[in-house]
């Protein structure tokens, strides 16, 4: 058979195409030469399958969606409290390149504008690196989130270094704070050489791809950064990556995401995929228009918008019942499907209203495919407290989702299987 994915792809291309509005980045001259008509979108799942169409194996610079993985390797590199003591997590409301700090602190509100990730440039790595030094840092930690190693395109970035008169003046005002403590010039060549790493649409969705699976790049298996880092990015991308764009975005699309002024775009969606777009015309915000187009076709075909309610807990019981009778009867609670801190709350209620006179009690989780850290404690409180009532538990456990209930007593038994818990009954 032939995967639907694919020509769903160029469907959705082909729908956007027609659309000529917009312009290449004016600012950076060597930009403003891209080929217009390119057009290319990757869908790369959290284990590794990659779906493309389009130019998807055209490079272009990477700029400003470099944001999200140099602020990852600074957390990773510096610690929370560091990194947070020079870079704030505060959407602007404000266009990539303004000048906006915080009053009095001089701090940039957050890590996506120009100002913060000028800032969080300086902050890859240990404080004693010279700029070489951080600069492989970057290209090592970024190759890592691609998975293959990225070249540095030296035209474009003279390009930009030759005009940079806006980038150099928020580093000069962020070593006039302290923010910064090296020599802006210095920090803008080395944030510039990192907006001017070469990438594909297949690598940027891959690299967010790498996002959305908490660190673990899918195809080489590379924890890059630890998994504490990225709920982190992931909130800042989705509260601040679409600049003055960001409530627009939030609503309409929903996904986590970051823009760039070559024409990339790439999104996030936490545990099931990363996407990237490419098309160089944008908007007045910098966001490819094509890209942005794509995005709210595949948020609204797809149903990916985070925000869109999962379906109910109360599809955690699968069933009640009653198997066998008299001094043999076991009430059993069969459950299903993923166990959140919702579903666990059902579990809970289903126990709670068991009859006092019914003296043995099975929970099957034979059907459950996870158990988060929240509802793993409250059905083992669940197990400990009908044998605390004088009830015999069986937790019919096959692949060991709940860890060990032993209350001690004898009166939890683990099995794999119910006709088991059934026959180690027999007297
Ligand atoms: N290198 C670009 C700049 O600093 C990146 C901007 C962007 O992609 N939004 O101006």
């Given at each position: 058979m032939r995967s639907p994915i694919p020509d769903y792809l160029i469907e959705v291309l082909e729908g956007v195409?027609?659309?000529?509005?917009g312009a290449p980045a004016g600012y950076i001259p060597e930009l403003a030469?891209?080929?217009?008509?390119q057009l290319g979108a990757v869908f790369a799942t959290v284990d590794g399958e990659i779906y493309g169409a389009g130019d998807i194996d055209a490079e272009f610079t990477i700029q400003s969606i470099s944001k999200p993985f140099t602020y990852a390797l600074a957390l990773a590199d510096r610690g929370f409290d560091a990194v947070l003591a020079k870079v704030g997590v505060e959407p602007s409301g404000e266009a990539f390149n303004e000048i906006s700090l915080e009053s009095g602190s001089g701090r940039p509100l957050n890590p996506m504008i120009n100002a913060g990730a000028i800032t969080t440039h300086s902050l890859i790595g240990s404080a004693e690196l010279d700029s070489a030094e951080r600069l492989e840092r970057v290209v090592a930690g970024l190759s890592a989130f691609a998975g293959r190693r990225l070249a540095i395109d030296e035209s474009v970035c003279t390009s930009e270094l030759e005009n940079a008169y806006r980038n150099l003046a928020i580093a000069h005002m962020l070593r006039s704070h302290d923010i910064l403590t090296e020599d802006p010039t210095t920090v803008v060549a080395g944030y510039t050489r990192q907006c001017s790493l070469l990438v594909t649409a297949r690598d940027l969705a891959l690299m967010a791809a790498t996002l959305a699976n908490r660190g673990v790049n899918p195809v080489s298996g590379e924890q890059v950064v630890p998994e504490s880092v990225i709920r982190q990015v992931l909130s800042v991308m989705a509260t601040c990556g679409m600049y003055d764009a960001a409530g627009d975005w939030a609503t309409q699309v929903g996904i986590p995401a970051k823009s760039g002024v070559a024409g990339g775009l790439i999104g996030a969606l936490p545990g099931q995929i990363g996407i990237a777009t490419f098309s160089p015309r944008l908007d007045p915000h910098g966001t490819s228009v094509r890209g942005v187009s794509l995005f709210e076709r595949f948020s609204a075909d797809m149903g990916l918008?985070?925000?869109?309610?999962?379906?109910?807990?109360?599809?955690?019981?699968?069933s009640n019942h009653v198997v066998g009778?008299?001094?043999?009867a076991v009430r059993v609670l069969r459950l299903q499907g993923g166990l959140r801190f919702a579903g666990a709350e059902r579990v809970v209620r289903e126990a709670v209203d068991i009859e006092s006179a019914e003296a043995r009690v099975a929970l099957d989780l034979t059907m459950v495919y996870s158990v988060d850290d929240v509802a793993r404690r409250m059905l083992l409180e669940v197990v400990r407290r009908l044998a605390l009532d004088g009830r015999s538990v069986y937790v019919v456990d096959p692949e060991s989702m709940l860890g060990d209930p032993d209350t001690?007593?004898?009166?939890v038994i683990v099995v794999s299987d119910l006709a088991d818990a059934r026959a180690a009954d027999q007297p």
């Amino acid at each position: 058979m032939r995967s639907p994915i694919p020509d769903y792809l160029i469907e959705v291309l082909e729908g956007v195409a027609s659309n000529r509005s917009g312009a290449p980045a004016g600012y950076i001259p060597e930009l403003a030469a891209a080929d217009p008509e390119q057009l290319g979108a990757v869908f790369a799942t959290v284990d590794g399958e990659i779906y493309g169409a389009g130019d998807i194996d055209a490079e272009f610079t990477i700029q400003s969606i470099s944001k999200p993985f140099t602020y990852a390797l600074a957390l990773a590199d510096r610690g929370f409290d560091a990194v947070l003591a020079k870079v704030g997590v505060e959407p602007s409301g404000e266009a990539f390149n303004e000048i906006s700090l915080e009053s009095g602190s001089g701090r940039p509100l957050n890590p996506m504008i120009n100002a913060g990730a000028i800032t969080t440039h300086s902050l890859i790595g240990s404080a004693e690196l010279d700029s070489a030094e951080r600069l492989e840092r970057v290209v090592a930690g970024l190759s890592a989130f691609a998975g293959r190693r990225l070249a540095i395109d030296e035209s474009v970035c003279t390009s930009e270094l030759e005009n940079a008169y806006r980038n150099l003046a928020i580093a000069h005002m962020l070593r006039s704070h302290d923010i910064l403590t090296e020599d802006p010039t210095t920090v803008v060549a080395g944030y510039t050489r990192q907006c001017s790493l070469l990438v594909t649409a297949r690598d940027l969705a891959l690299m967010a791809a790498t996002l959305a699976n908490r660190g673990v790049n899918p195809v080489s298996g590379e924890q890059v950064v630890p998994e504490s880092v990225i709920r982190q990015v992931l909130s800042v991308m989705a509260t601040c990556g679409m600049y003055d764009a960001a409530g627009d975005w939030a609503t309409q699309v929903g996904i986590p995401a970051k823009s760039g002024v070559a024409g990339g775009l790439i999104g996030a969606l936490p545990g099931q995929i990363g996407i990237a777009t490419f098309s160089p015309r944008l908007d007045p915000h910098g966001t490819s228009v094509r890209g942005v187009s794509l995005f709210e076709r595949f948020s609204a075909d797809m149903g990916l918008h985070v925000m869109e309610v999962p379906a109910a807990a109360r599809a955690v019981m699968r069933s009640n019942h009653v198997v066998g009778t008299g001094a043999d009867a076991v009430r059993v609670l069969r459950l299903q499907g993923g166990l959140r801190f919702a579903g666990a709350e059902r579990v809970v209620r289903e126990a709670v209203d068991i009859e006092s006179a019914e003296a043995r009690v099975a929970l099957d989780l034979t059907m459950v495919y996870s158990v988060d850290d929240v509802a793993r404690r409250m059905l083992l409180e669940v197990v400990r407290r009908l044998a605390l009532d004088g009830r015999s538990v069986y937790v019919v456990d096959p692949e060991s989702m709940l860890g060990d209930p032993d209350t001690g007593d004898g009166r939890v038994i683990v099995v794999s299987d119910l006709a088991d818990a059934r026959a180690a009954d027999q007297p």
